[in-house]
């Protein structure tokens, strides 16, 4: 049985979850402690792959990073950096779609570190940053690792958009929800009980530990 | 180090004007709950930016509208008590106190502190002043409110603030907690001698912190003043009302002289008063003035009149009648319905032998009748 399938999923998920981790705390943070024009279009614009299909944002990214869009020509002719149908679109795919599932626990979280604490450390003279770093970071990490994980959970589940965006390239691009989808197509239940049951098992942990960990006394 | 502001903040509905200076000691801004007391700390701090004003702390300006001066809240030295605390809930009672007293992390000021030098040394003072001993490695959530309260006031102190602003800091709190926490404060005042604004709805607290209290209604100071002054020489109804003044009346002046001041009250009739107010006096003119309900006397009918009540007294009944543990309350209501509030003492309660319904005779003592202010027209 060929496992290409299981490894690029994780590198995928893996990949993506640590793009959501980076950009996504940051646009958390941003969302939850600023107010600046266009917030709430901000805000709507990322949660959009909540709600719309797959396909649709499979679409989207298709446009925006094939070769007929100057962004994808910008990126493979100068950067020499292609997106689409390689295993970095299928990146790309999983991070805009897993983005929502961290920017909601985390956001919240760091909204739930009450105003007056922080203001506590700022009459003790402390900075921004390390008011950050000492208070609301360490007060909020159980909402924001419960985000992580469920971006990551949605990472390795990531299936229409990946399609668009990647294709369906055994060893290549075929990722274990796609090669799923083949194994059934082709009549092969083996594998896709195989799989189904590799990727069952696993969500079923991630969302049992996130679920254990993120009770806590704080 | 003194402290004066100026500060002008408007919300929807709410409107916030106050002008205060004050030093090197405690007072008391009191008033009733949504009266803009706390607003007023949260604008001298810097947590919320004033509309227009200035606030300086002798001759440095911390906010200035006029010149564009907003210093951050962390540079600024204030200490701020919060009524919910407002500690840290993963840092230890050591670690909490510890947080403001230098740019060190937490691990490291810990590892210092182990070693008894400077940190350490400045927090175990710290925790001595304010019981807090053995407490240390305790988390937030495993203290009481009171410890709490003491945890936040030596992580406020530890910071060596030059002003401390406390936000109804005892509210929350039980009263022998709060009776005792009181103490703390008066006793830190004299070790640490900071400029020092108190808020509170109390007016017990009031009396026993401040020696002198800014009296707040609707965003603004109404009566600002010694607490003698405050609490037996109101300016307005309205202060009369918070410390509790319930016996308010209108009259007319009908006589001045070296006896004293004669306002005829409607339900009461002539009434004595002896203290002059600071405001001028004519006859004829229209005034308010009150009585404090434990100045308000029982006259006993098995006894002769004693001479310093002979003035001013009231025939009427007992409306009602209520046990506050250490005095009664008692209602009263005149032949010609006008109600007075009386507070007594449980002995003199005991002796008087009275129930609701009794026909009783009352005196206002003319030495506690105190005018108010003088009302137009």
């Known amino acids: 049985m060929d496992l290409f399938p299981l490894y690029l999923t994780i590198k995928v998920s893996i990949t993506a979850t640590l793009f959501t981790a980076s950009i996504g705390l940051v646009l958390a943070l941003l969302i939850a402690k600023k107010d600046f024009f266009g917030k709430n279009l901000l805000e709507v614009i990322i949660m959009q792959p909540l709600v719309i299909p797959p396909t649709v944002l499979g679409y989207y990214l298709l446009s925006l990073f094939g070769r007929s869009s100057s962004i994808g020509k910008f990126m493979e002719d100068v950067l020499g950096f292609q997106i689409v ?66 971006a990551f959970a949605r990472a390795t589940g990531e299936f229409g958009a990946t399609l668009m965006i990647a294709g369906n390239i055994p060893g290549l691009t075929q990722t274990l929800p796609i090669a799923i989808y083949d194994a059934v197509q082709m009549g092969d239940d083996f594998t896709a009980n195989i799989l189904v049951g590799i990727i069952t098992l696993f969500s079923f942990c991630v969302l049992y530990f996130a679920n254990r960990f993120t009770r806590g006394r704080f | ?97 510890a947080y403001g007293i230098t740019n060190l992390s937490v691990p490291l000021a810990r590892q210092t502190g182990m070693k008894g030098m400077g940190i350490g040394q400045k927090v175990r003072e710290l925790m001595e002043l304010m019981r807090l001993e053995g407490l240390e490695n305790r988390y937030p959530n495993e203290l009481s409110g009171g410890q709490k309260q003491r945890t936040a006031l030596a992580r406020t102190l530890a910071a060596e603030p030059r002003i401390l602003l406390l936000d109804e800091p005892f509210s929350a709190l039980d009263y022998q907690v709060r009776e005792k926490l009181r103490g703390d404060i008066l006793n830190i005042h004299k070790v640490y001698p900071i400029t020092t604004i108190f808020v509170t709805h109390d007016i017990e607290e009031a009396f026993m912190l401040g020696k002198k209290i800014a009296v707040v209604n609707h965003g603004r100071v109404e009566q600002f003043g010694t607490r003698e002054d405050v609490f037996y020489r109101p300016k307005t109804k309205n ?57 308000v006397i029982i006259r006993r009918s098995d006894m002769p009149l004693n001479r310093s009540l002979e003035h001013n007294l009231v025939d009427g009944t007992v409306t009602g009648i209520i046990g506050k543990g250490m005095n009664y309350t008692v209602y009263f209501k005149s ?43």
């Open chain 2, 335 to 377: 032949k010609e319905d006008v109600s007075l509030k009386i507070d007594i003492p449980n002995t003199a309660f005991k002796r008087l032998n009275m129930s609701i319904d009794s026909n009783i005779t009352v005196s206002l003592k003319k030495e506690s009748i105190w005018i108010i202010e003088t009302l137009n027209e």
């Open chain 2, 239 to 295: 202060v009369a009302k918070f410390i509790g003044t319930r016996n308010i009346f209108n009259g007319v002046i009908k006589s001045i002289n070296s006896r004293g001041i004669t306002i005829y009250a409607e339900g009461i009739g002539d009434c004595i008063a002896e203290q002059k107010p600071d405001h001028e006096l004519s006859l004829g003119q229209k005034v308010s003035f009150g009585i404090r309900p434990e100045d």
């Open chain 1, 85 to 150: 149908f390689t295993w970095k679109g299928a990146v790309v795919a999983a991070f805009i779609s897993s983005l929502p599932l961290f920017l909601t626990p985390a956001r919240a979280a760091i909204e739930g570190v009450g105003k007056d604490i922080e203001n506590a450390a700022r009459l003790l003279g402390k900075s921004e940053f390390t008011i950050l770093r000492t208070i609301t970071l360490p007060l909020a990490w159980r909402g924001i690792l419960a985000g992580i994980v469920m």
């Open chain 2, 1 to 97: 180090m003194g402290l004066s502001f100026s500060l002008k903040k408007s919300f929807p509905g709410h409107k916030t004007e106050v002008e205060l200076s004050i030093g090197e000691e405690v007072i008391v801004l009191f008033g009733p709950s949504g009266a803009g007391k706390s607003l007023i700390l949260k604008l001298i701090s810097g947590i919320i930016k004033p509309d227009e004003g200035l606030v300086a702390v002798d001759s440095e300006k911390l906010f200035d509208s006029r010149n564009n001066i907003d210093i951050p809240i962390r540079l600024r030295k204030i200490g701020y008590l919060f009524q919910d605390y407002a500690l840290f809930p993963h840092m230890t009672v050591y670690e909490n106190i």
